[in-house]
């Protein structure tokens, strides 16, 4: 149990299909991460919020909109997603500028897009 | 944009025997993060090095860091079947930018 959860575990859309990823960390920390994880290519850091605000977007297409209400809560929202974009989704948080720099993961939404 | 690599990418090896697994990165970096993700979990956190000739230690994995040669190694005393996993490193970048390794899967034979 690492403090980190998402829902959904596992979630099938078409192309045209809209759907949203939550990420929750009940571990008191600041900043928060959706990382992406494909079969053939290194875990890809997509966006990075701190305190609530966004201060990192990897040159993610637009078709991936974070939202991050609160600390605790990280969001992706999906929209006329390619094939391509069927991956392994982790979010990750960790305490930000104060404390250890250790990042805590989820357990990741494994997502295909038909 | 910072590069990381690993090697080797895959390793099979008996128990018992040492190895060690590399990670090089491109850009000056004083922080590196070591990850194990055992088959369909996430990644879990083995240690974080931030300075310059830190070591770390836990149990069979030994863990350190020359940022004069951007080199981390990960190194495995007489390996057990429980350490196979694949395991990453990630450089940290102008703070909460992380690029990870591409990841080298252990695999350690009975």
């Known amino acids: 149990e690492t403090g980190v959860t998402q829902t959904p575990r596992h979630l099938v859309m078409g192309m045209t299909n809209k759907k949203s990823l939550k990420c929750e960390q009940h571990?008191?920390?600041?900043?928060m991460y959706w990382y992406k994880q494909s079969a053939k290519k290194p875990l890809e850091l997509m966006f990075v919020?701190?305190?609530?605000?966004?201060?990192e977007n990897n040159s993610v297409p637009s078709r991936f909109s974070p939202e991050c209400p609160n600390s605790s809560h990280l969001f992706l929202h999906l929209h006329t997603l390619q094939p391509e974009d069927s991956a392994l989704y982790l979010c990750a948080s960790s305490p930000g500028k104060t404390g250890l720099p250790t990042q805590y993961f989820g357990p990741g939404t494994r997502l295909l897009v038909l | 944009e910072l590069k990381v690599e690993q090697n080797p990418l895959f390793l099979s090896m008996q128990e018992g025997k040492n190895y060690t697994i590399y990670c090089n990165y491109s850009?000056?970096?004083?922080?590196l993060y070591w990850y194990r993700q055992d088959p369909g979990k996430s990644l879990e956190s083995l240690f974080v090095?931030?300075?310059?000739?830190a070591v770390k230690q836990e149990g069979r994995l030994m863990a350190s860091l020359d940022t004069k040669a951007r080199l981390s190694t990960l190194h495995i005393t007489a390996a057990v079947h429980d350490l196979s996993a694949t395991y990453f490193c990630a450089v940290e970048y102008n703070f909460n930018k992380f690029y990870f390794g591409s990841g080298t899967k252990l695999n350690v034979k009975p």
């Open positions: 090095l931030l300075s310059n000739g």
């Open positions: 850009t000056t970096s004083d922080r």
């Open positions: 919020y701190n305190f609530k605000e966004q201060t």
């Open positions: 571990l008191g920390h600041n900043a």
